[in-house]
Structure formats: C-alpha cells, structure tokens
C-alpha cells in the first residue's frame, strides 16, 4: 500500500550540479552555523532522500561539510521543520 503518490524529482548529474551552484548562489552560507567557507558547502535536502528524492532549489538548503556530518550523524537535534524555520526566517545575530 503507497499513500502517498510518487514526487520523485531526479536530475541528470549536470542539471543537478547547476542546482547545487544555484542553492549555494541563493544561500552564501551555512544555514546552521553561518560559515561562508565556500569549499565546504554541502546541498542538503530539507525533505529526506530516503522519504522521496526531490532535487528542486527549494528542497535544497547549504550546508557547511562539518553541520551536514553532524545533522546526518544525528549529533545535532535540528529537526527538519527547524531547518525549515530557520530557514525561512534568518536569525538576526542571535
Ligand atoms: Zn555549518
Ligand atoms: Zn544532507
């Protein structure tokens, strides 16, 4: 039994390079920690892959290499929907 209908969005690898450039154009930093360190940027995707990969700029959020270890590692408690909060509203330095 599948409730939920197939959203798969799967990129070819170029189309998907571009939209990792575009996610990390839009974002400039790490949405967890604020680190502009370029070299480091992961794309994370806001709705897990292992619940249906959706490749769109707007399930795609930047990600320092060390807080995306972490969020996958479980080491952080960030939630997706505090991602997504986060995410949507951008600390003010707090
Ligand atoms: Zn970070
Ligand atoms: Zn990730």
């Known amino acids: 039994m ?6 798969n ?3 070819s690898r170029a189309a998907w390079k571009k939209l990792v450039e575009e996610c990390f154009d839009r974002d400039g930093e790490c949405k967890l920690c604020g680190s502009g360190a370029k070299d480091t940027f992961c794309p994370h995707h806001l709705i897990p892959v292992s619940r249906g990969r959706v490749d769109t700029l707007g399930n795609l959020i930047t990600l320092c290499y ?3 270890l972490r969020l996958h590692g479980g080491e952080l408690s960030v939630t997706v929907d505090e991602l997504i909060d ?3 509203h951008p600390s ?3």
């Open 2 to 7: 599948r409730p939920m209908p197939k959203t």
């Open 9 to 11: 969005v799967v990129l």
């Open 66 to 68: 060390a807080c995306h």
């Open 86 to 88: 986060r995410y949507n």
């Open 92 to 94: 003010n330095g707090a």
